[in-house]
């Protein structure tokens, strides 16, 4: 059963920059993120096949965030730049088999890290 652990959220001001993780305690097909606001559903962030052929984003943050492999084995890094106040959310990242916008395809999911931008 695959374990996700996301580390690096952090309070950044307009413009800045934050880099996510998520380590996976097994190999996973597709690993994505996911963020959400309280009181609001789970947004789409970005997804991508392990093999990196296929690599998706929301509209809100292409050309600003880029979901790539990390140097440590079964991890992934979304690299986070130009963000502003509306970023501001809890950040998830989830496991799945199928690279999709859809929660519900994923069947595993980390704690989650908050992320705030806010001058």
């Known amino acids: 059963q695959i374990q996700l652990a996301e580390s690096g959220g952090g309070l950044v001001q307009p413009g800045g920059s934050l880099t996510l993780s998520c380590a996976a305690s097994?190999?996973?097909?597709?690993m994505a993120w996911f963020r959400q606001v309280s009181g609001k559903e789970r947004e789409f962030v970005a997804t991508?096949?392990?093999?990196?052929?296929?690599?998706v984003y929301a509209d809100s943050v292409k050309g600003r965030f880029t979901l790539s492999r990390g140097n440590t084995r079964n991890t992934v890094i979304l690299q986070m730049n130009n963000l502003k106040p509306e970023d501001t959310a809890i950040y998830y990242c989830?496991?799945?088999?199928?690279?999709?916008?859809?929660?519900?395809?994923?069947?595993?999911w980390g704690q989650g890290t908050q992320v705030t931008v806010s001058s």
């Open positions: 989830a496991a799945g088999m199928v690279a999709t916008r859809t929660p519900d395809d994923y069947n595993r």
């Open positions: 097994g190999s996973p097909s597709v």
């Open positions: 991508r096949r392990w093999d990196g052929g296929y690599t």
